[in-house]
């Protein structure tokens, strides 16, 4: 049997009466809604409850699954100590999540384990469930930094563990909305933040989780909300199946949005396979987009495949354009994956005989030797978006009025550190974050008198 049932719920303490004070009641609208999701979690007599929660130990590139027996935790931090929570964990249940995770070479586990105490996205949730459903065990998850479809890949697990065990499972997706709603809210307020939860409340309404995968980073990122991946977790537990979904509530009045949301699985739909319709369409618009690249970007790719594949490096291939192989010139080559970065290296000035070696170079250390990334796997290759820069002369300018982020890049130097940002990158809107950035690739402290030099590109997609 697949989890019985999801619920995805806000984590406000304030909703809390011995945290709020009185507080509370300016949100009483989501915590009657609340109640109405424990009873109903009680209702179906779960014997596991799954708790996701974005404020449990969090890495960039592994999901942690709290271990031991059980953990303890309280609200002293927010002036409650007198409400205290006290659970056992299902290590049974965990055992055999944590043992799908290896056969699916998904980094999720026990590993490292930094606090031991609950968490508030987890204890705000115990708080209203075990006033009604007391008897359960816990399993605690935290969040990461992978990319939304190892969410929905650990969701997915998280449902076949429950077939395996046999357990009456529920999943509580722990997550605020947007926290920029209001300008007196304690964030402030930002245009994408109604939008995200305007947008996240209509998606949730309608179980249309296959639109989650469509939130970009950025847009997320402005609207700063915590939950997403969360739900995304949530929609991977309930893959391939009908869903009945319930709004039933969201509140925005403390800057803060609150949503809680049911969700109970109807049985099998095979239109509902949401994670392998998006890879399928990714891959099809990748096929597109490399059927019409051009050759600095075919040489690219075609140096990650063959290095990928066997290990091997390309010769440079005949019949390129003369501009490829009569011109010498510092390059870039970026991969992408999911939208994210999977390996970016590149060389300020030529280090080759010509453009086309200087790409291959790069291409095979952005996929092999880029330090901040595992090597990429053949499996990777026919979802890698893949780029290529080339560089300019760089041209030195005497101060930062001379940049636009836009247009240029920016190098910047100090004694024998240099640090090198490219143009027109996502997330990098002005000439102080540009510079910010290139120093701190560089190791140069803000502060630390610098020489700046501007240079621009051509990029290759």
């Not at 920029?180 to 409340?201: C, F, H, S, V, W």
């Not at 109970?264 to 319709?277: M, S, V």
Request: proline share 7%.
């Amino acid at each position: 049997m697949p989890i019985n049932a999801a619920f995805m719920v806000p984590h406000p303490p304030l909703i809390i009466p011995a945290v709020g004070k009185g507080g509370e009641q300016e949100i009483r609208q989501t915590a009657a809604a609340y109640r109405e999701a424990a009873r109903q979690i009680a209702a179906l007599q779960p014997e596991t409850i799954v708790i996701t929660s974005p404020h449990s130990v969090m890495y960039a590139d592994y999901f942690h699954i709290s271990p031991g027996r059980g953990a303890k935790g309280s609200f002293a931090r927010f002036g409650a100590p007198q409400v205290r929570f006290e659970e056992t964990y299902d290590e049974e249940f965990r055992r055999v999540l944590c043992e799908l995770a290896r056969e699916h070479d998904l980094p999720a586990g026990t590993l490292g384990e930094r606090d031991r105490e609950l968490d508030h996205g987890t204890m705000v949730p115990l708080w209203f469930i075990e006033q009604a459903c007391p008897s359960f065990r816990l399993v605690r998850i935290g969040l990461s930094g992978l990319p939304l479809t190892d969410h929905y890949r650990l969701g997915q697990l998280i449902g076949e563990t429950a077939e395996r065990t046999g357990r009456r499972t529920v999943l509580v997706a722990s997550g605020d909305l947007s926290h920029k709603l209001q300008t007196y809210g304690p964030y402030g307020y930002a245009p994408e933040g109604p939008a995200y939860d305007a947008r996240i409340m209509d998606v949730c309404r309608r179980a249309a989780f296959g639109e989650l995968f469509g939130f970009d980073e950025a847009f997320c990122e402005r609207a700063a909300e915590c939950g997403h991946r969360s739900f995304v977790i949530m929609a991977g537990a309930l893959d391939g199946l009908q869903v009945q979904a319930s709004v039933l509530s969201h509140q925005d009045v403390t800057g803060v949005g609150y949503g809680i949301c049911t969700f109970y699985p109807q049985g099998p739909d095979p239109d509902r396979f949401f994670l392998q319709a998006y890879r399928q369409r990714i891959i099809r618009e990748l096929e597109a987009k490399r059927a019409a690249s051009d050759e600095y970007v075919k040489l690219a790719r075609s140096a990650v495949e063959h290095y990928t594949a066997g290990r091997e490096i390309i010769p440079v291939p005949a019949h390129l354009p003369r501009e490829m192989t009569d011109r010498r010139a510092g390059a870039f080559v970026s991969l992408h994956k999911d939208g994210r970065l999977r390996g970016c290296i590149g060389t300020i000035g030529p280090t080759a005989s010509c453009v086309a070696e200087e790409i291959i170079g790069n291409a095979v250390s952005a996929c092999s030797r880029d330090p901040r990334f595992d090597p990429v796997r053949p499996e990777e290759l026919p979802f890698l978006d893949i780029s290529v820069d080339v560089l300019g002369e760089p041209e030195d300018i005497s101060s930062e009025e001379e940049l636009d982020p836009r247009r240029y890049g920016v190098i910047v130097s100090a004694g024998s550190r240099r640090g090198l940002l490219l143009p027109d990158l996502e997330g990098v809107d002005t000439v102080r974050q540009q510079v910010d950035i290139a120093r701190q690739k560089a190791g140069i402290p803000k502060g630390q008198r610098v020489s700046l030099q501007r240079f621009e590109v051509i990029r290759h997609h």
